[in-house]
């Protein structure tokens, strides 16, 4: 039996709505700028994929060349050789086998990592990490609004097309704030009304027929919970999910009146115990990310080559894996780079080292790297905006954390 901690169940109950395509509901924003850059005639495409629970780094992307690892890490450690070997990134990082569409687009230089990176909250909430993950403040809050809509709002205005698409359990965080909702409004939410969801699932069986009848079924079931709790439902249903709805928001997105940039949110990813190394319970849901990504690239077609996706989480785990075979809430961790317009076949990272000296509290992947510069590098080289705006409005009072450069073709 897989345990979970009492927040993340938490989590997982109040996403009552939680029902389309087993715990994703989709909403897009119209009549936002098309974000086509002058300079290049480069119409670019930003998604962020947010892995709520928190992802093991050290599981996804092992520094199998560091002498403590495979001793921290123990039986869920990677390896360069045997049963499940990893994926050899380098002379020192090694990838997850789960993950082979993503390996694929790191060999063609279409994929990167970006590793010890984190959030600046150091504590270890569920909640509170999630709130600065996709607020963008350095510190939990609760505020209503989130970085990729206040970067979304700072964009010039230009010729209007719709312009956001986001798909989680709830409309997530990132992605909430003062944009216009005129043209679609959420789905699978308590504010959607018929009218709204049916020329969703219209525009849905224009473009994806299966997504479509996943669509159906979720405001179906949407109906069905006006007046009972229903849990979401983990597992084999979720793994399928990412790819689904990855499907269906490429779809979107490779049209020229579609959304330029979409949020994501997956869950699950909380492995306390019986995480498993090349295979289980870990294995499994890095084969759904992995899907997902992939559905992106060929769903988007030509517009792959103008897209980058960012994949983050709330915070890493534990470097040691603890007595039931899996990691607690830690620190460390990494954010994956995938798209056509991103400058990949790369580990970009200042290793900190597993030492217990070296090690953040005696416990975790020291973070050397802070997110919030991965996201701003991606930011400015893809939509222009100044470091000015990405240190004081998209990541209020975040100017001493420069952005990233060199992240984008």
């Known amino acids: 039996m897989t345990m979970e901690c009492s927040e993340s169940l938490i989590l997982q109950a109040t996403s009552r709505r939680a029902l389309l395509l087993g715990g994703a509901s989709f909403a897009a924003w119209a009549y936002l700028p098309k974000f086509a850059r002058a300079a290049d005639g480069r119409d670019p495409r930003f998604v962020t994929i947010i892995l709520r629970g928190a992802l093991d780094g050290l599981s996804t992307v092992g520094p199998i060349g560091d002498p403590d690892y495979a001793g921290l890490h123990g039986s869920i450690a990677l390896r360069a050789d045997g049963p499940n070997a990893a994926v050899m990134l380098d002379s020192f990082f090694a990838l997850h086998p789960a993950m082979p569409e993503f390996a694929r687009m790191y060999r063609d230089r279409h994929a990167a990592v970006v590793h010890a990176v984190a959030t600046p909250y150091r504590d270890r909430s569920h909640f509170d990490g999630q709130d600065v993950l996709e607020s963008g403040f350095a510190g939990p809050g609760r505020v209503q609004s989130g970085w990729l809509n206040r970067a979304l709002e700072a ?215 802070d997110l919030r510069s991965v996201i701003k590098g991606v930011l400015q080289d893809q939509f222009g905006l100044s470091d000015r705006v990405l240190a004081e409005t998209v990541f209020p009072d975040s100017a001493p954390v420069k952005p990233m450069k060199g992240l984008v073709v």
């Open 155 to 369: 964009l010039p205005r230009g010729e209007r097309v719709s312009s956001g698409l986001a798909v989680g359990p709830t409309t997530p965080l990132v992605l909430r704030g003062n944009a216009p909702t005129v043209g679609w409004a959420p789905v699978a939410l308590p504010q959607a009304d018929d009218d709204t969801a049916m020329r969703l699932l219209d525009l849905y069986q224009h473009r994806d027929p299966a997504l479509a009848s996943a669509l159906t079924q979720g405001l179906q079931l949407e109906k069905q919970a006006q007046g009972e709790e229903m849990k979401p439902k983990p597992g084999a249903g979720g793994v399928a999910a990412m790819r689904l709805v990855a499907r269906g928001a490429a779809k979107l997105m490779a049209a020229d009146d579609g959304p330029r940039i979409a949020a994501l949110a997956f869950d699950g990813w909380d492995t306390h115990a019986n995480e498993g190394g090349p295979v289980g319970r870990l294995a499994q849901l890095l084969g759904g990310l992995d899907g997902a990504l992939a559905e992106f690239q060929s769903g988007l077609g030509a517009r792959w080559r103008d897209t980058v996706i960012v994949v983050a989480t709330e915070f890493g785990r534990t470097a040691r894996i603890n007595g039931t075979d899996g990691t607690d809430h830690g620190t460390g961790t990494i954010a994956l780079l995938a798209g056509g317009a991103v400058k990949g076949g790369r580990v970009i990272a200042d290793w900190p080292g597993l030492k217990l000296a070296n090690l953040h509290e005696a416990r975790d992947l020291k973070p050397t790297t």
